[in-house]
């Protein structure tokens, strides 16, 4: 779900903010380097934006989910930390829908500080959970852990006849690691996230920062029932 919001907000941003990501900051290195290198100081501004709001916000959630790595598999500091998140994008959404589907310079800019703010924030508490290989704003790592997961499992399916209790050989292929299974479902949901980001520019462009936040508000109150609850 965390990874549908990134996609969703990362197309919105690219679309509406003049080709600038405010989640993948790989993407947005390259765009700050091909600005500098032609001369683009509007380029260059939108994107050191985003690089500077998703550095504060990692930094502002590595602060509120601490060093210490709880015992829960969903600690309560990640929970907060979403929480936070959850303020931002419902600032960034606001001062989207009431600047309109083309803001001025300066509110752009402040838009891709907000947005960028809230993915970092989103990547820290997202990083606290310690899942291998897994992130949900950038997909790169993820991409790379599957694929490799992927060859790992082939060649043990692959791997010589090994001989069971009784002696004989048993030829049934492992089953497919939980492992792998994850990182594909981050994948597609990111781009499925890009899919209503971008057809919503097309459709219904307050859709692009409403259902973003929607979503990470599901996931904060299913991660306080839960503790609620448990």
């Known amino acids: ?17 003049g080709e600038v990501f405010v989640a993948n ?43 210490e790595r709880e015992s829960d598999v969903w600690p309560k500091a990640v929970t907060v930390a979403l929480a936070i998140e959850l303020a931002v994008l ?11 589907s083309e803001p001025s310079r300066g509110v752009t800019l402040l838009l891709i500080s907000l947005s960028s703010l809230a993915m970092g924030v989103q990547s820290s508490a997202v990083r606290h959970l310690g899942v291998p290989g897994v992130a949900t704003t950038y997909i790169t790592g993820t991409l790379t852990n599957l694929t490799e997961g992927a060859i790992d499992w082939v ?4 791997s010589p006849k090994t001989s069971g209790e009784n ?22 949901a990111y781009g499925a996230g890009a899919v209503v980001g971008g057809g919503a520019q097309l459709l219904w ?22 503790r609620w609850r448990g």
Do not use: H, K, Y
């Open 25 to 67: 900051m790989t993407g947005n290195t390259v765009l700050l380097g091909i600005a500098i290198g032609q001369a683009d100081g509007q380029a260059a501004l939108r994107a050191g934006t985003a690089l500077a709001g998703f550095v504060c916000g990692v930094a502002a959630g590595a602060v509120m989910v601490g060093r």
């Open 167 to 188: 002696g004989e050989e048993t030829s049934e292929p492992p089953p497919p690691s939980t492992r792998g299974l994850l990182p594909a479902d981050v994948w597609l």
């Open 205 to 226: 462009w307050p859709m692009a920062v409403l259902f973003p936040a929607g979503i990470v508000a599901t996931v904060v109150c299913i991660a306080a029932v839960r």
């Open 90 to 100: 419902a600032a960034f959404a606001g001062g989207w829908l009431f600047a309109g």
């Open 1 to 17: 779900m965390l990874s549908l919001a990134a996609g969703c907000v990362d197309a919105a941003g690219f679309l509406g903010f």
């Open 155 to 158: 060649r043990t399916f692959r």
